[in-house]
């Protein structure tokens, strides 16, 4: 069943996204070649205890972590570990709080040092088709259409879209109703109602579409060894424009 939220759980949801996004932001500082992604993940545990929130992964699942930090080829779900980051690599770093009962979700793909023209387009245009598909996400169309908003943009681009994985409803659970994928056809699926919460998060392939399951059973990998980039932010579904709940301005200083 879908739920659409009161506006009392719409701000509560802002609250968790508005500490994802600066937790983010807090790693985003500390992202640099020689890092390691378990001190990232320190980073954002810290920063999330310290706001009296929870991170909201961690234990999620059997998750061992509060980050979920993807280098390369890994698509989502990559296990922080002792990995350095290295000079030209992009990393997927996804986030999730849990305040006052509520979740919080969102993820930005950042460049380590400087990095190849070519991951830098692929960044940009994962980026730019997650507010493709927010444009979409308004009460009376449909969940296809913020899929093929994302979907036909990226393949206009010559990127790939992973099937295996979508975005999610949002709320006491991290993951509720309805699924969100980032492919679809116009004017398919389930309506979509004012005041619905969900997470949009474009998974994006350079190459192929196609993915394999690491060896941990979490870690999503590219079958082709190619670049994938993921950006996700959380949207309470409005008439006209979608109200975006998290936000990157922290992560790009349009906020300090
Ligand atoms: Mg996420
Ligand atoms: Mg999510």
New binding site residues.
Partial sequence: MIKVKTSEEIELLRENGILVSKTLAEVGKHIAPGVTTLELDKVAEEFIRDNGAEPGFLGYNGFPSTL?ISVNDTVVHGFPSDYALREGDIVSV???TTYKGYNG???YTFAVGEISEADRKLLEVTKASLYKGIEAAVSGGRIGDIGYAVQSYCEANGYSVVRELVGHGLGRHLHESPEVPNFGRRGHGVKLLENMVI?I?PMINQGKKDVYLDDNGWGVITCDHRKSAHF?LTVAIKKGKADILSTFDFIENKNN
């Fill in positions: 979920c996804d986030c999730g979700d969102s993820a997470c998060e996700e």
